[in-house]
């Protein structure tokens, strides 16, 4: 099969490798489309994860696949489905790692239903809960999104805020405006800080106040408009805007970290707070815990992937190399790559 490698930093190649390994309780999938993280993927590519990557290594956690094959013990998954979040298995001895692995041909999800069912260690199967089938109305390249909707809206629902709150929300990629809709239908008022260029878009999906990062004087534009928050939302995560905004954050705040830039040199200058805060770190989220309600929300129009994907946008896995070009120059909120 054809899968994106970084063979090492700054090298992102097209390769040949074997299909994935399927078990008992997994299913192969045909991978159809797979979102690419702007944040993940790209300091993957660049050598810049917090995390120890280990190269040549095969990119992609928002892939949706098609149910080609099943393991002897899948009960839950049939032919023909189309799930969520697969990713890759190689053999041990392979000279590639997998950064989740779902930007290839073919790929892999597991029944972990049937595994729990089995009475199996949750231990064993917590983390495929992720692998969900999708209902036969949802557009499959569309649906890439729903991993963005289901981490951001678990993070959100860990930072237990309430409806009616006021929120600043640091950015302009796909997770900002993620956290924008689930913040708006809890009828939140939104202050977002970002990209000029986004500022119609994101004044379009419901912030009420849209704050450009070229505003010299950030904290004067919030104190003209009377601004106090309960949350603030930094989805870059690189300290910039934070020092204007944490003054306006009101006492109890909180303040939730999901963007990594600066992940071990963030720092929050407590000292210009109100009062205590509440400190959210971005990597603990119960992603599957917000499927159900994602899917709801997402067909009753409470969630607009329009906002996010374009025709234009979609690129064939041989011009994925292109696709991370026009996400780096920011030309869409989210690139897909198909197969």
């Not at 690419?36 to 995390?51: A, E, F, M, N």
């Not at 890759?88 to 790692?97: A, I």
């Not at 036969?136 to 237990?160: G, K, Q, Y």
């Not at 928050?229 to 989805?235: A, E, G, Q, R």
């Given at each position: ?239 910039l805007n934070l020092d204007a905004v944490i003054p306006f954050l009101g006492d109890k705040g909180k303040i939730g970290l999901y963007g990594l830039n600066a992940y071990h040199e963030y720092r929050i200058p407590v000292i210009k707070a109100q009062g205590d805060i509440q400190f959210f770190n971005g990597e603990l989220y119960d992603e599957a815990s ?23 946008y979609i690129y064939h896995l041989n011009n994925i190399s292109d696709a991370f070009v026009a996400t780096r120059e920011r030309k869409t909120l989210k690139c897909i790559v198909t197969y």
């Open positions: 099969m054809k899968a994106a490698v970084v063979v090492t930093p700054g090298n992102l190649e097209v390769r040949d490798l074997p299909e994935p390994i399927v078990g008992d309780y997994d299913v192969l999938c045909k991978t159809i489309a797979t979102g690419i993280c702007s944040g993940t993927d790209t300091h993957i590519i660049d050598g810049l994860h917090y995390k120890k990557i280990f190269y040549p290594t095969v990119l992609g956690h928002e892939g949706i696949g098609k149910v080609i094959g099943i393991g002897k013990k899948v009960r839950h998954i049939n032919l023909g489905d189309v799930v969520t979040r697969v990713f890759n298995v190689f053999p041990s001895d392979s000279p590639y790692s997998i950064a989740y692995g779902a930007f290839a041909e073919y790929s892999v999800a597991t029944d972990w239903q049937a595994m729990r069912d089995d009475a199996l260690p949750q231990s064993q199967w917590d983390c495929y809960r992720v692998h969900r089938v999708l209902p036969e109305w949802v557009d499959p390249v569309a649906s890439t999104m729903i991993i963005t909707w289901r981490e951001t809206l678990s993070f959100l629902t860990r930072m237990d805020v309430s409806s009616g709150q006021s929120v600043c929300i640091i950015g302009s990629g796909a997770n900002a405006m993620a956290f924008l809709e689930h913040t708006r239908n809890k009828s939140f008022r939104i202050t977002v800080i970002g990209s000029s260029l986004r500022e119609k878009l994101f004044l379009s999906a419901g912030a009420n106040l849209y704050i450009p990062y070229t505003n010299e004087n950030v904290a004067g534009t919030l104190y003209d408009n009377n601004t106090q928050f309960d949350l603030i939302i930094d989805t870059i995560g690189d300290c917000a499927h159900d309600v994602v899917i709801e929300q997402w067909h009753a129009g409470m969630l607009n992937h329009e906002y996010y994907i374009s025709k234009e």
